[in-house]
């Protein structure tokens, strides 16, 4: 089983977040850096793949730039993608940091 790990709580843009999971997930070229497409090409993938997804805490996504409603729909996307592709599983996590 192929397993990646996305790292999401750090970034500024939904571009670079798109950028991000294009190279994470070895995209294809013609990627439209857009949920239809990243659904399109999730729902694609032949192989076992497990996502670990870390996202930023809810409180602290508005720090990110990039609001919290637009992860929700990110979760929705991989949820679907997971739901539609017998070959994918996801697995989300919140990152504490207890300093």
Same mark, same amino acid.
């Given at each position: 089983?192929? +397993?990646?790990?996305?790292?999401?709580?750090?970034?500024?843009?939904?571009? +670079?977040?798109?950028?991000?999971? +294009?190279? +994470?997930?070895?995209?294809? &070229?013609?990627?439209?850096?857009?949920?239809?497409?990243?659904?399109?090409?999730?729902?694609?993938? &032949?192989?076992?793949?497990? /996502?670990?997804?870390?996202?930023?805490?809810?409180?602290?996504?508005?720090?990110?730039?990039?609001?919290?409603?637009?992860? &929700?729909? /990110?979760?929705?996307? /991989?949820?679907?993608?997971?739901?539609?592709?017998?070959?994918?599983?996801?697995?989300? &996590?919140?990152?504490?940091?207890?300093?």
């Amino acid at each position: 089983m192929k +397993k990646i790990l996305l790292d999401l709580r750090s970034f500024d843009s939904k571009a +670079k977040i798109h950028a991000y999971l +294009k190279d +994470k997930l070895d995209l294809p &070229s013609y990627y439209g850096a857009n949920f239809d497409a990243l659904y399109d090409c999730l729902t694609d993938i &032949s192989e076992d793949t497990c /996502l670990g997804v870390f996202e930023p805490e809810e409180d602290a996504s508005s720090g990110t730039g990039v609001p919290a409603a637009w992860f &929700s729909l /990110l979760n929705r996307v /991989l949820c679907d993608s997971e739901e539609a592709n017998p070959h994918l599983a996801v697995i989300f &996590s919140r990152y504490e940091d207890n300093r």
